[in-house]
Structure formats: C-alpha cells, structure tokens
C-alpha cells in the first residue's frame, strides 16, 4: 500500500508479494550479469555505509540497499523526501553515486519479501551494493565484503559471515609489517585465504585501490 507519497508496502499481502517477487525473477532473467555485493561487518558502527559509499564510486549503474532491523512491520522505501536526508546513510549512498537507493526498515522474519521487492526496483541496473549481516541470509551475493577493527571484536552472528567473506576490510590505516602477531579472528582469516585490506575508511585512507582492483577482478572471475 501506498501512504502519505511514502513507499509502503505492506508485505502481508500475498498478492502484492507474489508480483513483486515475479517481477523480481524476470527482471533477473534477462539480465543474468547482475552483480549483488554484499558489505557486512563484525558489529555496528564499523563503517559499512562509508565502505559502500567508497565502491560505488567507483561502480558504474550501480543500486543500493540498505537493511535496518526493526521490531515494526516492514517497511520498503525508495522516496527521496526519505532517502535524501541530509546525513542518513541512504543520502550518503545516494551521494556516492547510487542510481536507485532503497531502505528496508523490518524484522528479520520478513527481510526475505522485503529483499524481493527492494531488488525489483534495481531493474535495468549493472548491480547493488547491499548494506548488512541479515540479507547474506537470504539473497546470493557474487561477493562478500567483512568489515572489522584490528582489535578483532566481533559480535557472535558476524562470524559465520566472516568465514563466508571473500574479502575482509580492517578499519585501519595502520597495516603491520609482520602479519603473524595478529589477534586470533584476523589471524584465523589470513591462513583462510582471504583477501585483507587494511583501510581507515573515517579518513578514506590506506588500500582502498587494492581494494577496488580487487573487487573488479573478482566479478569479472565470478561472472564468467
């Protein structure tokens, strides 16, 4: 349902799911090159919205999606009166680049249908950068993105995430040269294999184009 000119829409509704989701899979059919990045993180405050700000840049017809969990009934916007605030996080995604930014407001037990109808509104799109933990649950991403502070503090529902990353980002300029006194996490993700970048994203500083070139290689990779 529409209400007061904000994109509401009330997922309940099977009907409207069930549209919106057959929207979404066609759209999806005929674009099987849609790229679907993923930027999560070992806690709140760790810098997700400036790390999507920092790759769409740089990424060309590129969406995003941002997550915020709610006790409320979910609520999927993509109204500028509600996007382009000044200092919300959309607006910063926005400002970066985004083409279509929208915001899902919800619990978890509904993030699924809000996902469906927020990725049918990125049609004709390159991709999305999509912000949080939750959507990995339920979308397929063509790369994760982990971000984590060099004191490796990790809330217990970010792990799983951080052992599924392709990437890590550590939110720090200060990358040492000997790798191996590492706290336990960081460490235990290096002999995994993962890709690690040492950023201090308040600043935008350190291997953000490693990062970059990283990210482009890895799509092109996983896309052929």
Not at 78 to 86: A, C, M, R, S, W
Request: contains cysteine.
């Amino acid at each position: 349902m529409v209400s007061n000119n904000k994109i509401h829409y009330d997922i309940s509704s099977t009907d409207l799911y069930g549209t919106l989701k057959n929207m979404y899979s066609l759209s999806m059919s005929f674009n099987k090159h849609f790229q679907i990045i993923s930027v999560t993180g070992a806690h709140s405050s760790v810098g997700k919205t400036t790390l999507c700000s920092i790759l769409l840049k740089n990424l060309d017809s590129f969406g995003a999606i941002k997550f915020t969990k709610t006790d409320l009934f979910m609520s999927v916007s993509d109204n500028p009166e509600t996007i382009l605030v000044k200092g919300k996080d959309t607006a910063i995604m926005s400002e970066a680049g985004a083409q279509k930014v929208v915001w899902i407001q919800g619990p978890y037990d509904s993030l699924e249908e809000g996902l469906d109808i927020a990725l049918s509104k990125m049609q004709g799109l390159k991709g999305v950068v999509v912000e949080g933990n939750s959507p990995v649950d339920f979308i397929n991403p063509h790369l994760i993105i982990f971000i984590m502070g060099p004191a490796g503090q990790m809330k217990e529902s970010a792990k799983k995430v951080s052992e599924i990353a392709d990437i890590i980002v550590i939110n720090s300029g200060n990358k040492p040269e000997d790798l191996n006194p590492l706290v336990s996490d960081i460490q235990s993700l290096h002999e995994a294999g993962k890709e690690i970048f040492w950023i201090d994203l308040l600043h935008s500083v350190g291997e953000i184009d490693k990062l970059r070139s990283c990210v482009e290689k890895m799509l092109i990779k996983k896309l052929n």
